[in-house]
Every structure is written in structure tokens, then in C-alpha cells.
């Protein structure tokens, strides 16, 4: 075997050399483990929830439910998001079991609470300000483990979360 050659084709592309070579361009967007631990340490903060909130779960179309909320600032998020809802719905029942109903308590009594301070919010100013109250109950901001805009884009996903099971924003009427 020689030496290997590298090839410059002068367009900044990527040139494969060998067999059996795997190339894998897309990048996941989700954290697991951030994601894990940032739904426990949530659930084990001081934030407040309604033990008696009913959380009943109707069925929704994702993209639906996005336009009949006006939604701008999230929109292209939440739309790249509910390709991997499955994967986010499955971290949160893998980290935290029975407790992922207190996870959904605790985001939609924030909702409640940040509705009833201003009701003439847009639904994306709501959405930033669930996503800003949550950055402050957790432990994993200015951690030597997770960049602050990781640990933002998990919490984006975690609000996502509860938005599709239909427990924050309007429902589309059908």
C-alpha cells in the first residue's frame, strides 16, 4: 500500500477515498442526555404545578395546531422538531416514567400563570417566556458539561413537548 492521496477539487467538497465508507452529512438535533437530565433536573426544581390539573391528551395535527396559533419565531423550530417528536416523547417517559406528567404540570401551570400576568401576548412571546422561566430552574446553565444554547434548544424541545400534547396554546377546533 502507497501512501494515501488526497484530492483538492477546489469547491470545498468532501472526497471519499476506500470502501465501504459511510458519510453521514445530517446532524441529530436532539441531545439525549442533555435532554435527559434536563427533564429531571425540572421535575426535581421548586417549580410550582397543580396536582389536580386534568391533562387529557387530544389528538392533533402538529403543523395544524402551529398555523392556527400564528406561530412565527417557532415555527421553523417546531416544524424541525415534530420529525423527532417520537424520539423527545420517548427521553422524557425513559428519564422520568410516571413523573412525565409533573413535567407537563409544571410546564402548562407556567403557561397559566404567564396567560393570566398578560393575555394579549402573542403565542410565540408565550412560548419564549415558558422557554425563559424554565432557563432559570435549571442547574445545567453556566455548567462546564452543556453550552447555554444546547441547554436552550432542549428546553425549546421539552415545550414543544407539552404544545403537542395539546396542553399549551389554543387547539385547533375541528
Do not use: W
Not at 57 to 77: D, G, Q, S
Not at 125 to 131: A, K, S
Not at 135 to 140: D, E, I
Amino acid at each position: 500500500m502507497g501512501d494515501a492521496v488526497k484530492q483538492i477539487t477546489g469547491d470545498g467538497g468532501i472526497n471519499i477515498d476506500g470502501n465501504n465508507n459511510t458519510l453521514n452529512l445530517y446532524k441529530q438535533p436532539i441531545k439525549y442526555d442533555l435532554l435527559s437530565k434536563l427533564c429531571k433536573d425540572l421535575i426535581d426544581s421548586d417549580l410550582n404545578f397543580n396536582e389536580d390539573m386534568n391533562i387529557n391528551e387530544l389528538p392533533v395535527e402538529l403543523l395544524e395546531k402551529i398555523e392556527y396559533n400564528h406561530l412565527t419565531a417557532h415555527k421553523e423550530l417546531y416544524e424541525e422538531f415534530g420529525m423527532y417528536f417520537l424520539d423527545i416523547d420517548g427521553v422524557v417517559k425513559k428519564s422520568l416514567g410516571d413523573n412525565s406528567i409533573k413535567l407537563v404540570r409544571i410546564i402548562k401551570t407556567l403557561y397559566l400563570e404567564i396567560l393570566a400576568n398578560d393575555p394579549n401576548q402573542t403565542a410565540d412571546q408565550i412560548l419564549f417566556n415558558i422557554e425563559n422561566k424554565l432557563m432559570n430552574y435549571t442547574s445545567l446553565i453556566d455548567s462546564t458539561e452543556y453550552l447555554n444554547e444546547d441547554v436552550r434548544y432542549s428546553i425549546s424541545q421539552i415545550v414543544l413537548y407539552v404544545f403537542e400534547k395539546c396542553q399549551i396554546l389554543k387547539k385547533p377546533k375541528k
